[in-house]
């Protein structure tokens, strides 16, 4: 099974860095949960962030952020729309159930009929 993610949303913030304080370098990135396997493809409900600077290449993790940066964060966490959590059945998959439902019909076949 692999994860991986898609990105919903990313934004530049005018805040000050609070490592280097520049206020050009901050981005505010939402991003979703994908799951894959040889079966299925699904897009979870879960949604992560990330704040990172990139004038001094740091992340910034929330017990740095001031109360301006949480205000931004909270603001554009509630403006986000995620995709609808769902699961999608690969070919392989729906060659199983087809399979398995020829199987059960042979043998309710047979059931019926033993003498064939």
């Known amino acids: 099974m692999s994860e991986s993610f898609i990105k919903l949303k990313e934004v530049v913030l005018k805040n000050n860095c ?3 304080y520049s206020v050009e370098g901050l981005r505010l990135t939402f991003q979703q949960k994908i799951k894959e ?3 299925y493809k699904s897009i979870t409900s ?4 990330s704040l990172e600077c990139k004038v001094c290449n740091t992340i910034i993790y929330p017990v740095q952020w001031t109360d301006d940066i949480e205000r931004v964060f909270e603001y554009q ?3 986000i729309k995620p995709k609808k959590a769902s699961r ?6 729906w060659i199983g159930i087809l399979l398995f439902v ?6 309710a076949f047979l059931a019926i009929y033993p003498n064939l």
Request: proline share 4%; charged share 15%.
């Open 77 to 79: 966490q509630k403006a």
């Open 18 to 20: 609070p490592e280097c």
């Open 102 to 107: 020829l199987v059960m019909a042979v043998i």
């Open 46 to 49: 879960q949604v992560i962030h």
């Open 37 to 39: 396997t040889k079966f």
């Open 88 to 93: 999608y059945l690969k070919q392989t998959s």
